[in-house]
């Protein structure tokens, strides 16, 4: 990129810093240090507002970086993603939006501890949502460092690797001086960013090819040297069962894992009721729906416009499609109009990702301290503050957060975020959904739900050729891959529903009759919610 790419794209990126910063430190003088300002925000978000800070959570580097490219690169095979992200909306809001801010206070570990042993289960649901808050984490910094190296020259490790550990230390600082009430207000500024930047994009790719799709599809397929195959599925994922198992292993990761995800339970807790938490939910579909449909035209517009083969050449991944799109739309590398729009996208994009880290790193912090920490204390031991556990353990994902992330920063980030789900949707979902719906469900059920999706996910990413065995895997100079599917989905998520019902009928632990009855009387009505 020219210096003046780099200029103007780093001044816009120091300006979308200064304005979060000066946003955390408004939020950390009006907070009051109690456990429910710093991680619910006291409950004072409207529908509205938390329908865009929603979408601001959830529309990630993947949305914006990575579908995008894999659209880019796979034509039809990629539209899975922008798919099953927006169908899952439809699990949230049905099954589990209102039922949560009923029967919860912060966390996961709280719906499941209303009718079980707490001890126990919030030790698990603790660890499950560490563990994915993590992985998720993980793709936010893979975005973030090949959107810099872009920015600075192409594939400049050195720019990845600080890039990285930058992004890192401002998740930090967000969460640990403005809890949830400056994250809230970071995501909803990132939310109105986005939207309008990929609305932008969007109507100068329909403008290029004079409102005509159809014309854009056939320009993407001839340019994409694979004719009308690109159009069809099957062109990624395609070819033997292996893959159409993949395909179908990735789906269900999709649309079920939205529902386990640690930051999106937590912003439920953010409003004052469940009849709230229900609005902000179709607030979030209405926003999230368009600009997964946004997602689509972009994706085919940088292969008719850039072409794969660039976008493979920038970024093997496909990671940096859309702001190579952003760069011809405006007139090309050396043109006014390509550095204006390319800086804008870049720093868009980067402010997604200072966001979704922002959100991501408080659910995490709020497990280790309010399930974890509380759990695991000794009765003797002098308690902490639990905002001060959090904030402490906070600065300790962040450094885990980082070092994953420069582990992992040839992956699509799409794909990584295709990980987090699986997990979500292996270790978190069953034991939800057993929790808020099944009657004679026990302490035993909960714990082994959560391990027996969990493990089983882990162990399978780690014999999966995402880790070794290929060329792209992480340690491609060694080979232990026994399982023959990138995504773990297809068999953990049923092992996790398996263990949680073997585990209860199993127990010799009567389940709680008069819990149960309490804990659906408010899922249903919100009595006695807080």
């Known amino acids: 990129m020219t210096g003046d790419h780099q200029s103007l794209a780093l001044l816009l990126f120091g300006l979308f810093v200064a304005v979060t910063l000066a946003i955390t430190t408004w939020a950390s003088r009006n907070r009051h240090g109690t456990a429910e300002e710093f991680y619910a925000g006291g409950r004072l978000f409207s529908p509205m507002e938390n329908g865009f800070a929603i979408a601001g959570d959830y529309m990630s580097a993947a949305s914006f970086l990575g579908i995008s490219g894999l659209i880019a690169l796979f034509g039809y095979d990629g539209l899975l993603y ?39 289960v919030r030790i698990a ?44 230390a401002l998740m930090v600082i967000y969460v640990s001086l403005g809890g949830m009430r400056a994250t809230t207000w970071i995501q909803i500024v990132k939310a109105v960013l986005l939207m309008g930047g990929a609305i932008a994009l969007t109507v100068l790719v329909l403008v290029r090819f004079h409102g005509d799709f159809d014309q854009l599809l056939r320009s993407a397929a001839d340019r994409s040297g694979h004719g009308e195959r690109f159009l069809a599925p099957g062109l990624k994922y395609g070819g033997d069962w292996t893959a159409r198992l993949d395909f179908i292993s990735l789906g269900l ?17 953010t409003v004052p009721t469940a009849r709230a938490a229900r609005r902000s939910v179709v607030w979030s579909i209405g926003l999230i729906g368009s600009f997964y449909l946004m997602t689509i035209v972009l994706g085919f517009g940088a292969a008719a416009i850039v072409g794969p083969d660039a976008v493979r050449g920038s970024n093997a991944a496909g990671n940096t499609a859309v702001p190579l799109l952003a760069l011809d739309l405006g007139g090309g590398a050396h043109s006014t109009g390509g550095t204006v729009l390319f800086a804008i996208v870049a720093a868009i994009a980067f402010a997604t990702i200072l966001a979704v880290v922002a959100g991501i790193t408080l659910a995490s912090s709020a497990s280790v301290a309010h399930d974890l920490y509380a759990s695991l204390r000794r009765r003797n031991a002098k308690p902490r503050s639990e905002v001060a556990v959090a904030r402490l353990a906070a600065a300790g994902i962040g450094v885990a957060a980082i070092a994953l992330g420069l582990l992992a920063r040839d992956l699509n980030v799409a794909f990584l975020v295709g990980l987090a789900f699986a997990v979500a949707a292996s270790a978190n979902l069953p034991v939800l959904l057993y929790s808020l719906f099944w009657r004679n469900f026990t302490t035993r059920g909960a714990v082994w739900s959560v391990y027996g999706g969990l493990l089983p996910a882990l162990a399978l990413v780690t014999l999966s050729p995402v880790v070794s065995g290929g060329p792209n895997s992480l340690f491609p100079g060694v080979d232990f891959q026994y399982f023959p599917l990138e995504n773990p989905g297809l068999v953990s998520i049923p092992l996790g529903f398996l263990a949680g019902w073997l585990g209860t009928v199993t127990s010799r632990e009567e389940a709680d009759e008069t819990k149960h009855a309490e804990t659906e009387v408010r899922s249903l009505t919100g009595a006695g919610a807080a």
Do not use: K
């Open 253 to 269: 990761a999709l649309v079920l894992g939205t529902a386990g995800l640690p930051h999106i339970l937590n912003r439920f807790y």
């Open 82 to 120: 922008s798919v099953g992200f927006l169908v899952a909306w439809l699990v949230v809001l049905f099954l589990v939006a209102e039922l949560v801010r009923n029967c919860g206070r912060y966390t996961l570990g709280d719906v499941v501890a209303a009718r079980m042993r707490e001890r126990p």
């Open 125 to 168: 649901a603790g660890t499950s949502s560490v563990t994915v808050s993590v992985l998720y984490l993980v793709a936010q910094m893979v975005g973030a460092g090949s959107l810099v190296a872009l920015l600075l020259g192409g594939t400049s490790e050195a720019a990845q690797t600080w890039t990285v550990i930058g992004v890192g």
